[in-house]
């Protein structure tokens, strides 16, 4: 049996495909964003916290990424519940992507702001910066610059692990790919198209955060590898 | 209805463990196999084929290892084959650990400084001599850390194996769900036994990363 492709097969369902589109991109940008603001506060406590603190933070980091993500989606959809916290399937996979996101950020920060030396940020408070200047500028904007590839491939991932929503039924892509293949029986063209869709979201995003990288950590020559 | 107790749930819950494990191994063993032969293939000096691995690593690490299963699954079937879960679920999850080992590798054999290339061929050693002498012996010291921590990843994506239909310690704990309405225990512990799978080669992987750090090599 020869295999025929029929692409157009997928036209009528142009509209289905752009909602999956905007809900996976919407997901990744709101994520990355809290997910980033997330980690600087567990980066923080990380190394600043008392200990009982930091424990806890590194159980938390240290389940998150341990476990697949999609054990940790279900936990927070279909565990939750049960202790009578009731979220939708959007608000799950929110929550998901950002704790993952934040774990796995907090981690990567946390060297990068062990890398700043003691001395630095006393110079910075003898300059008459105050407490929350000089750890702005001298220890995480630095820290950021420093870790800022790790930072985009993590991003990266978690747009790409976003995928998995698609199983509580939340209406990305990858799900926008299962109805049409239910509807047409054009599996393959289906998954081929969104694949490819990732593919293209993963290279643009990769040119979104070295465009961005290039603004942000103009200072740093060389910085950015 | 029948009724679980707690032992039923964590009895089912390892059993169906013992398939993670398996396709684990599979896709780790297959996945470093073929990743091995793409690593040597891109030293070989052919540019044709450097590029065209260089291409099959990006395409895997940019898009969703989902879509790959997917692909495999009902891709192979559009292509007239019959292929099981388990087929699938082995063939995507190699050719997913291959590429990211690849990426791994090239990047442990670039790590040697090119200095140690141009003194070894002024000691007269060719290419393969430099390589087996020189090179490998300090770039498989690099190579062990990294490639011990991709392991938990496989570990991870062999999860997404349940959405296929392939019975593995997720899936297994969807099933169980379903029978027993217990969500928040099942998969507290489905997480924990891929914690105990994954955290000790975590730790493993970190200590050795450090004790190659301390040597001074990095």
Not at chain 1, 83 to 102: H, R, S, V, Y
Request: aromatic share 12%; proline share 3%.
């Amino acid at each position: 049996m020869g295999l025929t492709l029929d692409f157009l097969a997928l036209s009528p369902y142009a509209g289905e495909l752009a909602r999956g589109l905007v809900t996976t991109v919407v997901l990744t940008v709101v994520t990355t964003l809290s997910g980033l603001m997330l980690a600087i506060v567990v980066a923080y406590l990380k190394v600043h916290a008392a200990t009982w603190v930091r424990r806890i933070l590194g159980g938390y980091v240290e389940l998150t990424r341990n476990t697949p993500f999609i054990v940790q989606l279900f936990f927070i959809f279909f565990g939750l519940p049960a202790f009578g916290i009731k979220i939708d399937a959007i608000t799950a996979a929110f929550l998901a992507m950002t704790l993952n996101l934040a774990a796995y950020t907090a981690e990567i920060l946390r060297a990068g702001i062990e890398a700043t030396g003691r001395g630095q940020l006393e110079a910075a408070r003898t300059l008459g910066m105050s407490k929350l200047q000089s750890y702005r500028h001298v220890v995480l904007v630095p820290a950021f610059a420093r870790i800022y590839p790790a930072l985009t491939s993590q991003c990266i991932i978690v747009m790409l692990g976003s995928a998995v929503v698609s199983q509580i039924s939340v209406f990305d892509l990858t799900f926008a790919a299962n109805f049409i293949q239910s509807r047409n029986f054009r599996s393959f063209e289906a998954y081929l198209l969104v694949t490819l869709v990732y593919l293209l979201l993963a290279v643009g995003m990769r040119q979104l955060f070295l465009l961005v990288g290039r603004r942000l950590f103009a200072f740093r020559q060389g910085g950015l590898a | 209805m029948i009724e679980f107790t707690l032992w039923d749930i964590v009895r089912n819950l390892l059993l169906a463990a013992r398939w993670t494990i398996v396709l684990s191994l599979i896709a780790f063993i297959g996945g470093a196999s073929l990743g091995l032969l793409f690593t040597v293939l891109r030293l070989s000096g052919n540019r044709l084929l450097k590029v065209m691995i260089g291409i099959y690593v990006d395409v895997f690490q940019g898009t969703p290892l989902l879509m790959q299963l997917f692909l495999a699954y009902f891709g192979t079937a559009a292509l007239g084959f019959n292929v099981s879960a388990w087929a699938a679920a082995s063939i995507a999850l190699t050719l997913f650990t291959s590429a990211f080992l690849c990426d791994i590798w090239r990047g442990c054999l670039e790590a040697v400084p090119r200095g140690q290339w141009h003194a070894s061929r002024v000691l007269g050693m060719d290419y393969l001599q430099t390589m087996r002498h020189v090179i490998l012996p300090q770039a498989l010291r690099l190579s062990v850390p990294p490639t011990v921590g991709f392991s938990v990843q496989v570990i991870k994506g062999t999860a997404l194996a349940s959405v296929i239909g392939f019975v593995e310690l997720t899936k297994a704990g969807t099933m169980l769900n379903n029978a027993t309405f217990a969500p928040f225990t099942i998969f507290a512990l489905v997480a924990l036994i891929y914690f105990a799978l994954c955290y000790p080669l975590s730790r493993y992987s970190r200590y050795l990363e450090r004790r190659l750090y301390d040597a001074g090599m990095r």
